[in-house]
Nanobody, 127 residues
């Protein structure tokens, strides 16, 4: 495991939560980073991505306005700020990194485009 996702937990609907993703042994400061989520029995779903410089972001249409991805180069950490959480946001959230030579591309919404994954952090939103 090269990426460590953290910050998940059990929360009530309408609250905010921030997830963090940090590498365990190497830096991913020059990599496109993404967040995905998955519920049992369903395919891993794209949530958000951020470019190598941090100047570009992409979101799943259904999550725009509620979720914000950001990165702190000094801390070598990528964040996913989630607000107004809903029960349907319940899932295991994974962070991922693409190989350094991969640039911003439409394929970043596909989980198969990424090369490094964390173990996931569970977010449970109760109604």
């Amino acid at each position: 495991v090269q990426l460590q996702a953290s910050g998940g937990g059990l929360v009530q609907a309408a609250v905010s939560l921030r997830l963090s993703c940090a590498p365990s042994r190497r830096t991913f400061s020059r990599h496109v980073m993404g967040w995905f989520r998955q519920v049992p029995g369903k395919e891993r779903e794209f949530v958000a991505a951020i470019s190598r410089s941090g100047s570009s972001t992409s979101y799943a249409d259904s999550l725009k306005g509620r979720f914000t991805i950001s990165r702190d180069f000094a801390k070598n950490t990528v964040y996913l700020q989630m607000k107004s959480l809903k029960p349907e946001d319940t899932a295991v959230y994974y962070c991922a990194a693409a190989e350094a030579q991969k640039t911003w591309a439409p394929s970043l919404v596909s989980w198969s485009w990424y090369d490094y994954w964390g173990q996931g952090t569970l977010v449970t939103v109760s109604s």
